[in-house]
């Protein structure tokens, strides 16, 4: 006996027969707001892909009756319900994933990845998983890696960031008496950085700290004059 000819549905035509699907089998009818509802598109939209459904076989439906699925439309949401349980599993199960993201994630790929893929992912899903009965769990071991790798490339941020403020400088306010720097960038608005400017404080400009006794004045000689600044300011000056 011949095999029914497959049918080839777009991924947006894939997301109705679901939907048709799950509201089935949740309050035993389908009705075209319900569907719009959950796909959060247009009453219009619905009206159009049930149109398309229904001349493919698909999808019983009348104008302002209820949706249902045929044996075709019924087998088709059935391959596509099992397609999107392999990934969901997969994504949850082995690779950790917080559930609403994995069931996100599911839903976008299950319209992509053909059936020699997700085949390979549910044999891969079900070989993982019969370790734990052995014995040697291969998901608890792929998760704790996944955390040092994490716990690993959030220190290497840091220290980047740490590097990258080394470079960048440190504020005025916490060089030293006697101590000889050059003005690097300045984070102040248009306003203090005029102020500055005024009292010969800009880039590159070389200054020696006088006094810095907190919470008394924090005084610097610039080209050898002394200029006083608040504490405040001096914390927006970065020193190289």
Sequence with gaps: ????????????????????FNL??????????????????????????????KDKGLANY???????????????AAEIARKHDILK????????????IAQKAACKAEHV????????????????????GRGDDLVGKFRDFCKSRTLAEGEARIM?????????????????VGETVKIGRIDAGRGLNNRLAAMGLVR???????????PGPFVVSVRGAKVMLGRGMADKIMAK
């Design 1 to 20: 006996m011949a095999k029914p000819e497959k049918i080839e549905l777009s991924a947006s035509l894939e997301d109705y027969i679901e939907a048709i």
């Design 24 to 53: 089935s089998e949740e309050s035993g009818i389908a009705r075209s707001k319900d569907i719009a509802g959950m796909l959060k598109v247009s009453k219009s939209s619905v009206t159009g892909a049930l149109k398309l459904l």
């Design 62 to 76: 009348e104008p302002y009756g209820h949706v249902t699925l045929t044996d075709v439309g019924r087998a088709a």
């Design 89 to 100: 599993s997969f994504f949850e199960g082995i690779l950790g994933i917080k559930r609403d």
């Design 113 to 132: 990845l053909g059936p020699e893929i997700m085949g390979r992912l549910l044999l891969f899903t079900e070989f993982v998983s019969g370790f734990k």
């Design 160 to 176: 980047a960031k740490g590097d990258a403020d080394s470079k960048a400088g440190i504020p005025l306010s916490m060089i030293g």
């Design 204 to 214: 590159d400009t070389e200054v020696t700290v006088v006094s810095n006794n907190h």
